[in-house]
């Protein structure tokens, strides 16, 4: 639960406009989501998860992900 995907989804959208109005602040492929959680994430599975893989590989967009919490034991 959470919206690590709905904030990847934002940044998206302003990378597939990347050709309108270019400045420099947004050129790069990357994206760097930081979480304060462990990383698990409970999502349906073919809602927004689908297309946000979608639209990463689409775009050839790496989207790297950091979490700040210890590990989980399993």
């Known amino acids: 639960d959470g919206n690590a995907l709905e904030a990847a989804n934002l940044v998206l959208h302003e ?3 990347h050709h309108v109005n270019r400045d420099l602040s947004r050129t ?4 760097v989501l930081v979480s304060p959680g462990v990383g698990v994430f409970n ?3 073919l809602s927004l998860a689908h297309i ?3 639209r ?4 050839g967009i ?3 992900l ?3 919490s210890n590990p989980p034991l399993h």
Do not use: E, V, Y
């Not at 790069?28 to 994206?31: D, W, Y």
């Not at 990463?56 to 775009?59: C, H, I």
């Open 52 to 54: 946000t893989r979608k």
């Open 66 to 68: 950091i979490c700040l």
């Open 28 to 31: 790069g492929q990357l994206i």
């Open 15 to 17: 990378f597939d406009n």
């Open 56 to 59: 990463l590989n689409d775009n």
């Open 43 to 45: 999502i349906p599975k």
């Open 62 to 64: 790496a989207l790297d």
